[in-house]
């Protein structure tokens, strides 16, 4: 039996999945911290560049208005992606979305460069577009060409690769960003334009891998390219379990490949997965770790944390994401997926709780604030020692080849919209119920805790057939004063 270290480097997949990281979830993480540094620098130039064109000075509501469309615009642009992965990988395929996706990305990277020389604040508006819909789709494809490309004894563990280059993208947005390194005015433009060179790094070296063997196989019917692809990923060898599995995936969906959206919400022998899907990325939105991410700095001024080291607490947060990601991936085929899942979110659920209880009790004691930073830290660890992980893991082990890229369009759309009504609703949110609105993120994740224990099945070392199946025997069950009663679910 190889080890997971002999798996990784008996073929070039270690070196695939670094390159497919640095231009596919990297992106989007960096662009989700990056942004915050330099907020009031990109303010001021809207309003240099407002009176350059116009001539007058523009209103404080009006600079504010174009602030929160470059801010919203990402988020657009991310759900714009997202909506269309199941057109660009039917037509493109997994590698070639990819190679369009970072080719896009670079030219959002040339607008967002030029809008500062050209004293434009449209190009920025623009550039923040294309770098959402960069994310959205990237993002996305990223997970699937993993999935798709990754023997199911190290599926899990390869798929989970995704979440940790989202998090080093974090970290690495939040450490650029500091003022000891780029995180000034004049290079505010350059700031944003940086992880774009590890697209450029895709563009160079991707070609020179295959295309996902599974989609290979199963969408395009060619069995020897899909052996070659496998061997030149994972080292010499026959994989007929591999293969055996494919063809028998191949045999079950015929000729019906690539289902859209609709068809899928339509499908009743896939309604618990799409519930699944639905209960656990929603939790994750509505968990509180977007608000960490986004609303950091208000978070810890309201736990009182002097306003000097929080952008230094921000980045050791950034840091412990990307370590406990990297754990986890060694656990994964170990310890399975519920488990973690489960554990992960009755976690942060109970975090949220005593971070409530420390907020309102921050004045009483010197010590407070800092236990309420510990607590976040406690919670970004549960995070990402579980959903971070173990959702785009999830995704792709529980649908079939037909049906994947259109649950990856759907788990998109709930991100983004869940990213953008949390990005409006939680400022007033903790303005209105103050501690009380964590109280709401702790229910949030208990739900999610429940609903894993009870119903989600296990997934770790099933094909997907299996997998499938194990979703239909899903029963429901009641309790009578003589028996329980058990019944095959109608859902």
């Known amino acids: ?63 504010t208005f174009i602030w929160s469309a470059v801010v919203a615009l990402y988020a657009l642009g991310g759900l714009t992606g997202s909506l269309s992965v199941r ?27 030029i809008s500062k020389p050209t004293y434009s604040f449209e190009l920025i508006l623009v550039a923040r577009f294309l770098f959402g819909c960069g994310a959205g789709l990237g993002g996305n494809v990223h997970a699937i060409y993993l999935g798709e490309s990754s023997p199911k004894k190290v599926r899990g563990m390869v798929t989970l690769t995704a979440a940790t280059f989202m998090a080093l993208g974090k970290l690495s947005g939040q450490f650029v960003g500091l003022r000891e390194i780029i995180g000034r005015e004049e290079w505010w433009n350059i700031l944003l334009c940086i992880p774009s060179f590890f697209c450029l790094v ?76 639905l209960v656990i990325n929603g939790c994750i939105q509505f968990s509180g770790v977007s608000a960490f991410s986004v609303f950091s700095f208000n978070i810890f001024l309201e736990a009182g944390i002097p306003e000097d080291k929080i952008r230094y607490v921000t980045l050791g947060i950034g840091a412990s994401e990307v370590l406990i990601s990297i754990t986890c991936s060694l656990f994964i085929e170990s310890v399975g ?33 800092y ?17 971070a992980g173990i959702a785009i893991s999830l995704a792709n082990e ?10 990856f369009v759907f788990t998109g759309l709930l991100r983004w919209l869940g990213f953008t009504v949390l990005g409006f609703v939680f400022p007033f949110l903790i303005g209105a119920l103050k501690p009380l609105s964590f109280v709401l993120f702790a229910c949030v994740c208990l739900i999610a805790a429940l609903y894993v224990y009870f119903i989600l099945p296990e997934t770790k070392g099933k094909t997907l057939l299996e997998i499938s199946q194990e979703f239909k025997n899903i029963r429901a069950c009641g309790s009578s004063t003589e028996e329980v009663l058990c019944f095959e679910t109608k859902l």
């Open 337 to 369: 997926r519920k488990a973690l899942l489960w554990r992960g979110f009755g976690g942060m659920s109970t975090i949220m709780t005593l971070i409530t209880v420390t907020l309102y009790l921050k004045d009483y004691s010197s010590v407070i604030p």
């Open 371 to 387: 236990t309420t930073v510990i607590l976040i830290f406690l919670f970004i660890i549960f995070y990402g020692a579980g959903p």
């Open 398 to 407: 529980i649908f079939i080849q037909s049906y994947r890229p259109a649950a």
């Open 1 to 63: 039996m190889k080890s997971v270290l002999q798996e990784l480097v008996g073929g070039k997949a270690l070196i695939f999945i670094v390159v497919l990281g640095l231009g596919g979830s990297f992106q989007n993480g960096f662009h989700l911290t990056a942004i915050s540094s330099p907020t009031p620098y990109i303010q001021s130039f809207i309003n240099s560049s407002w009176t350059y064109h116009y001539g007058d000075v523009p209103g404080e509501k009006t600079i």
């Open 202 to 277: 895709q563009l160079a070296i991707l070609p020179f891998f295959p295309e996902a063997p599974r989609y290979t196989l199963i969408e395009k019917g060619n069995t020897q390219q899909c052996k070659k692809a496998l061997q030149l990923l994972w080292g010499p060898g026959d994989y007929k379990i591999e293969i055996q599995e494919m063809l028998a995936e191949q045999a079950v969906i015929g000729k019906e490949h690539n289902k859209s959206l609709l068809d899928l919400l339509r499908e009743k022998n896939l309604r618990w997965q799409v519930l699944s899907i």
């Open 87 to 113: 057109y660009f990988t039917s037509h493109l395929g997994r590698k070639g979305t990819m190679l369009l996706n970072s080719g896009m990305t670079i030219v959002a990277t040339v607008i967002m460069y």
